[in-house]
């Protein structure tokens, strides 16, 4: 929920890609990265393809909310 705009929005992600085996977790760098009428920030990937562990940063907007 954001504390400016008291909106909630879905901030932490699973991701599954059966057909590569792989998964991968989306976690936001802080939580409160809103706009009015959408949500957009820096975030963290963590997750594996096969056996190989990958990290890495994304950027994600969400709007609509």
């Known amino acids: ?3 400016r705009i ?3 929005y ?4 699973a991701i599954t ?4 085996d792989a998964e991968f977790e989306v976690t936001p760098l802080f939580d409160d990265q809103t706009f009015p ?5 820096l975030c963290d990937v963590s997750g594996r393809v ?3 562990q ?3 940063q994304a950027f ?6």
Do not use: A, C, H, Q
Request: proline share 6%; no cysteine.
């Open 1 to 3: 929920v954001s504390k």
């Open 6 to 8: 008291f909106r909630t």
């Open 10 to 13: 879905p901030i932490d992600w």
């Open 17 to 20: 890609l059966p057909g590569l």
């Open 37 to 41: 009428g959408l949500w957009e920030g």
């Open 50 to 52: 096969g056996m190989s």
């Open 54 to 56: 990958r990290t890495g």
């Open 60 to 65: 994600v907007e969400l709007n609509g909310y």
